[in-house]
């Protein structure tokens, strides 16, 4: 019953912890969406084919790109994206899990935590 109270393992996050992207974060964002792009028309096994092709190199799952574009715009909270993606599915856990591996991969970083404010 309190399974759900457990950490989920990985990374421990402060809260309002936000991330960026790295230089080659950025470069890897622009090469999946240019991947996307080309593989669009071409329907949806191509789109996965390509979304596979861009995450094996990277030691990446193919659905960390999504989490990756959402870091585009600039600094974002894991809360952040996982409400951006709750539509299309995608659990804050899921969300977590695929930071954790950005960052490990250096393709996302934590951004410095606002200075407490003086008293």
């Known amino acids: 019953m ?17 991330f960026g992207l790295t230089t080659s974060g950025a470069a890897a964002e622009e090469a999946l969406a240019a991947a996307v792009r080309e593989a669009r ?4 096994a191509a789109l996965e084919a390509a979304q596979s092709g861009w995450a094996g190199p990277h030691g990446l799952q193919p659905a960390d790109g999504v989490v990756l ?25 899921d969300v977590k899990a695929a930071m954790d591996r950005l960052v490990d ?8 935590l606002p200075a407490a404010a003086a008293l």
């Open 2 to 18: 309190l399974a759900s109270l457990k950490p989920s393992g990985g990374r421990r996050w402060p809260r309002g912890q936000r």
């Open 41 to 44: 028309a071409q329907g949806r």
């Open 69 to 93: 574009s959402q870091l585009r715009p600039g600094r974002q909270s894991l809360a952040d994206v996982a409400e951006a993606l709750a539509d299309c599915g995608v659990t804050r856990a």
């Open 105 to 112: 991969r250096s393709l996302a970083e934590p951004l410095p």
